[in-house]
């Protein structure tokens, strides 16, 4: 009976590689001369996406930007002790399929290659933007993010890995936002 017991709590606090963590929903607006033309042009390269994305939670250095890739050395004190791990990121956009009246695209960004303290607890997170012409030039957009839990996921580092990508979001939605917007 304590073996079945044992067997139960091990399966029940388990990660299985696949399981998702989803963020809180958020929304903005935006307005640009030729929106939807400025949106392709993010999906088409997002590296300007990137060289805009200003990290928030850790100190970073070393920061390089090709491409749709992004890498740095990231530091951040977790229980009074400064962990560095390497960031690396690969940025992919594109549109995905929605209801008639929005038009809808998903940023990935993949973190394979990261350090472990990453890639084991967080392996990508991704972010579902549906925006709806509210006038000429005009769009306000909801945003719908989703983290997908690393093999080794839990105990004490993977709520804090969570966090950490979690305080990521905003800084991404602002520059896209921030893209959308250059130059007006």
């Not at 017991?5 to 029940?12: D, T």
């Not at 909801?142 to 905003?170: C, E, F, H, W």
Request: aromatic share 8%.
């Amino acid at each position: 009976m304590k073996r079945l017991i044992a067997l139960c709590i091990l399966f029940s606090t388990q990660v299985f590689a696949g399981d998702y963590i989803d963020l809180p929903v958020t929304t903005f607006e935006s307005k640009a001369e030729g929106i939807y033309d400025r949106i392709n042009d993010i999906i088409n390269n997002p590296e300007p996406v990137l060289v805009r994305y200003k990290p928030v939670g850790m100190k970073i250095k070393d920061k390089v930007i090709n491409q749709n890739q992004i890498q740095f050395w990231a530091t951040k004190e977790v229980l009074g002790i400064s962990k560095t791990v390497l960031y690396k990121g690969t940025l992919d956009i594109s549109y995905v399929d929605s209801q008639p009246a929005q038009k809808c695209f998903k940023a990935f960004l993949d973190f394979n290659g990261s350090g472990d303290l990453i890639i084991e607890n967080i392996e990508n997170l991704e972010m579902v933007f549906c925006t709806k012409e509210k006038g000429p030039d005009h769009l306000s957009a909801t945003v719908k993010s989703k983290m997908k839990k690393g093999q080794g996921y839990g105990g004490v580092i993977g709520p804090i890995a969570k966090n950490l990508i979690a305080d990521q979001v905003a800084p991404i939605i602002t520059s896209i936002k921030e893209e959308i917007e250059k130059d007006n």
